[in-house]
């Protein structure tokens, strides 16, 4: 039961990937250094083109991924009329269950951010070639199942009355399957992008080391050993593999390699700059590592299934904070 509810929160949790574009005015910078021949122009690029597909992941993908499990497992009691509306849909008042970086829910309906202009088409097209099919494929599966959504109380309301057991159940034979091919697409899309922007990164830390700019690289690693345990376990959950052991183990491993990296930030030879961007990373950081104690505390005292849910969502999100955090910190500087 465990793994199942682990596994649920895999199919709605955001995509661990929320790296956002490294510069604030990425395009025009990126075509400067691309006319100086100045290292990191091709990883800047490639990163601009990205982040609508980021940002349609985080603000738009992941609340509709929530608003599908809440609904495909949504009681009886939403059906009861004499019941008040925060009676009948608690979950939508469970504010850990969704770990979104925004906190304006009528962005999930936003499809303009997951629907890309023609300039950002065009750069997707040049940058990145192999993604662009699939992010074509992925706006048309998104209005396909937006149209539908709109036709009931996917997204409850105030005035909105529920639906009937028989009309869900004559409903659902076309919708669930339509939703479901949405899924397939927008899992490969996240997959895709996630590595993409992983092997971005990784070019950009080497770089970094051959510049001669170690203090800088060094948080850029953490990050990136940070985001591939949060991988591990989520992979891990997805596939039912995930222990209490495991994850207690992948916990100690994170843990040390933060408690080293403080140790190398407070050195008297770290400029001023990557001792400010420590600063902004440390905290959420804390909370990261917090929320993932709290599960694996909460896990080896045999907690419900559904405080395990809550604590892996909340794990996620703050994941999801500290990589927003730490690319919103660098992104003027690289």
């Known amino acids: ?36 021949h100045r290292p990191g122009a091709e990883q800047q690029a490639r ?39 925060i009676s009948r849909y608690p979950e939508l008042f469970q504010r850990r269950r969704g770990p979104q970086l925004s906190s304006l829910d009528n962005e999930t309906r936003r499809l303009d951010l997951c629907l890309l202009t023609s300039a950002q088409k065009a750069s997707l097209h040049e940058e990145i070639p192999s993604m662009a099919a699939l992010q074509a494929r992925y706006a048309q599966e998104l209005l396909l199942v937006n149209s539908a959504t709109q ?12 639906s009937t057991d028989a009309d869900r159940a004559e409903r659902d034979t076309t919708f669930i399957p339509l939703a ?36 800088a690289a060094f948080i850029l690693e953490l990050i990136l050993k940070t985001r591939d345990t949060m991988t591990l376990i989520s992979d891990a959950a997805a596939a039912q593999t995930l222990n209490q052991q495991n994850l207690a183990q992948a916990i100690k491993r994170l843990q040390e390699t933060w408690d080293k990296s403080g140790d190398s930030s407070d050195s008297e030879y770290v400029s001023e700059g990557i001792q400010q961007l420590w600063r902004k990373v440390k905290l959420p950081a804390a909370n990261y590592l917090q929320a993932l104690e709290a599960l694996n505390e909460h896990w080896a005292g045999n907690a419900s299934p559904q405080q395990l ?15 927003d955090g730490y690319n919103q910190a660098v992104g003027q500087t690289y």
């Open 180 to 215: 479901e091919s949405f899924l397939a697409v927008s899992s490969q899309l996240r997959k895709e992008v996630d590595e993409v922007d992983r092997q971005n990164r990784l070019v950009q830390l080497e770089q970094l080391k051959a510049r001669d700019k170690f203090q």
């Open 1 to 36: 039961m465990i793994r199942q509810i682990l596994t649920a929160l895999c199919l709605v949790v955001p995509l661990t990937v929320s790296a956002l574009a490294l510069l604030g005015n990425t395009d025009l910078l990126a075509s400067i250094n691309g006319w100086l």
């Open 309 to 323: 849910s809550d604590d892996f969502a909340q794990a996620q999100r703050r994941y999801d904070l500290l990589i």
């Open 47 to 85: 990163a601009s083109a990205l982040r609508p597909l980021i940002d349609c992941i985080n603000r738009v993908d992941t609340p509709w991924r929530l608003a599908y499990l809440n609904y495909r497992t949504r009681g009886p009691v939403s059906d009861d009329f004499r019941k008040e509306f």
């Open 151 to 162: 036709l009931f109380d996917f997204y409850p309301t105030w005035d909105t009355p529920p």
